[in-house]
């Protein structure tokens, strides 16, 4: 993300600027105060993809220069539409990290861009297998909760090797 020309052209309309861009040679020793909220475009996800972010990012971050290393820590938060893996219908996640904290490595001097840190975090934070009997923000039971279930118990009961017929008939290829 970079800096967005504003609406009008003039010489003197300022920059809206990233404010993940970090220069800790300009850091003062109490560090830096990040708050403010940005749109769901700011996660950069396709179209096509089964994430999808309802609600700007919200975050309040502090940054502290440590030696050779960045240190970011606060609350961030946002809101996401997922699909259930199971009934495939859509449903909430709200996705709030607090307390965050992060350490990045300072490996050239200059602006350092947390964007990706930030981005990448909150949404590992996403479940993995999403179902929507685990959202957090409309409380529901999943509508295929039963639906793939063993029909009867007897598969269950048969002892192990019950069926030979097959492990013979491929004994018998080996002779």
């Not at 609406?7 to 850091?27: G, K, T, W, Y």
């Amino acid at each position: 993300m970079t800096g967005l020309p504003c609406a009008h052209e003039r010489a003197s309309c300022s920059l809206v600027m990233n404010p993940f861009q970090i220069d800790p040679r300009h850091l003062s020793p109490e560090g830096r105060q990040l708050s403010g909220v940005l749109p769901p475009t700011f996660f950069a996800l396709g179209e096509d993809d089964p994430v999808r972010p309802e609600s700007p990012l919200k975050y309040e971050l502090q940054v502290l220069r440590d030696g050779e290393d960045l240190i970011l820590t606060g609350r961030l938060e946002a809101e996401f539409s997922l699909e259930c893996g199971r009934c495939l219908e859509r449903f909430h996640q709200r996705v709030v990290l607090d307390p965050f904290a992060e350490e990045i490595p300072i490996e050239k001097e200059g602006t350092i861009d947390l964007t990706e840190v930030v981005r990448e975090d909150i949404l590992l934070a996403l479940p993995n297998f999403p179902r929507c009997e685990d959202g957090n923000v409309d409380l529901r039971d999943c509508p295929a909760e039963g639906r793939f279930e063993a029909d009867s118990p007897a598969a269950a009961d048969e002892a192990p090797g019950a069926d030979k017929g097959v492990w013979d008939a491929l004994d018998q290829l080996k002779n």
